[in-house]
T-cell receptor, first 116, second 113 residues
Framework: DQQVKQNSPSLSVQEGRISILNCVYT??????FLWYKKYPAEGPTFLIS?????DKNEDGRFTVFLNKSAKHLSLHIVPSQPGDSAVYFC???????????????FGQGTILTVHP | DAGVIQSPRHEVTEMGQEVTLRCKPI?????LFWYRQTMMRGLELLIY????????DSGMPEDRFSAKMPNASFSTLKIQPSEPRDSAVYFC???????????FGPGTRLTVL
């Protein structure tokens, strides 16, 4: 049972344009959401996060949007750069408490390719 | 800090052999996680520890998989006997208390022939 899903295995965009990566989740206990970026032969690295009390969080070119009623999460990258080409994972977690503390559930990942 | 360290980076073995993957978390981090990445299922949490104690091993696929954390600076994931379907990239991650991100190691690419 995939509680976090990224339905697009890949996305291709032109340099300078917007990249939009999407993620949906089913578990209503999730309250904290993250995006990770992964380059080949490296581990995932944290990119940006958002808690359920917000619907938007920005960090430079990266913005994460959360629609709790739709259980939908998206990552916008503007403008996209060739160095952004990587696999992007969304992840979700319940807030602190009990044995679920810190436990992340990841989506399958989306391969982003930004063409010069 | 050197970050999360994993060894070996690559492991090729034959079906039926025992495989041991190793992880050194970031100093001071009291949570340690083991993940497996495959094309079909993405990143799956196998097990995680808090203060060296296993908290949740519900992601461990079979009894052939076991994990230990004998001290705060070392953990192992063992597969015995290994099977071709265990071929994947295995990641170790750590974080400290407080709702922070997890820091991942570079992974071990396991190939079971």
């Amino acid at each position: 049972d995939q509680q976090v899903k990224q339905n697009s295995p890949s996305l291709s965009v032109q340099e300078g344009r917007i990249s939009i990566l999407n993620c949906v989740y089913t578990n209503s206990m999730f309250d904290y959401f993250l995006w990770y970026k992964k380059y080949p032969a490296e581990g995932p690295t944290f990119l940006i996060s958002i808690s359920s009390i917000k619907d938007k969080n920005e960090d430079g070119r990266f913005t994460v949007f959360l629609n709790k009623s739709a259980k939908h999460l998206s990552l916008h990258i503007v403008p996209s750069q060739p160095g952004d080409s990587a696999v992007y994972f969304c992840a979700a977690s319940p807030l602190a408490g009990g044995t679920s503390y810190g436990k992340l559930t990841f989506g399958q990942g989306t391969i982003l390719t930004v063409h010069p | 800090d050197a970050g999360v360290i994993q060894s070996p980076r690559h492991e090729v073995t034959e079906m039926g052999q025992e495989v041991t993957l190793r992880c050194k978390p970031i100093s001071g981090h009291d949570y340690l996680f083991w993940y497996r990445q495959t094309m079909m299922r993405g990143l799956e949490l196998l097990i995680y520890f808090n203060n060296n104690v296993p908290i949740d091993d519900s992601g461990m696929p079979e009894d052939r998989f076991s994990a230990k954390m004998p001290n705060a600076s070392f953990s192992t994931l063992k597969i015995q006997p290994s099977e071709p379907r265990d071929s994947a990239v295995y990641f170790c991650a750590s974080h400290d208390r407080g709702f922070d991100t997890q820091y991942f190691g570079p992974g071990t690419r396991l190939t079971v022939l």
